[in-house]
Nanobody
Framework: QVQLVESGGGLVQAGGSLRLSCAAS????????MGWFRQAPGKERKFVSA????????YYADSVKGRFTISRDNAKNTVHLQMNSLTPEDTAVYYC????????????????WGQGTQVTVSS
């Protein structure tokens, strides 16, 4: 069982940066691949980024590639999403998710989810 708690969301102006964090409980965090997803108002939840259990492999949605960076610290049971050059189109609730399988862009492959953190980018 893994419990996930996101933090770091907030209101930022376009062009600004935010760093999201996801704290995980459990002693087996390092065996889970992690992902970030987001859901804008009135839209479906979409994949943002994922990282393998070791941190050696990362993957990004085209919409955030070059602006967002995912990382993890297995010693601290945390995963981060550094978001730079934010635009109003990045406004959404951001969710952290964990999977015991291979890191994936498909949300159905993730077994555990956090409650989400709101990111709002003003123009």
């Amino acid at each position: 069982q893994v419990q996930l708690v996101e933090s770091g969301g907030g209101l930022v102006q376009a062009g600004g940066s935010l760093r999201l964090s996801c704290a995980a409980s459990g002693r087996t965090f390092s065996s889970y691949a992690m992902g970030w997803f987001r859901q804008a108002p009135g839209k479906e939840r979409k994949f943002v980024s994922a990282i393998s259990w070791s941190g050696g492999n990362t993957y990004y949605a085209d919409s955030v590639k070059g602006r967002f960076t995912i990382s993890r610290d297995n010693a601290k049971n945390t995963v981060h999403l550094q978001m730079n050059s934010l635009t109003p189109e990045d406004t959404a609730v951001y969710y952290c998710a964990a999977t015991g399988g291979y890191y994936s862009v498909n949300e159905n492959n993730y077994e555990y989810w956090g409650q989400g953190t709101q990111v709002t980018v003003s123009s």
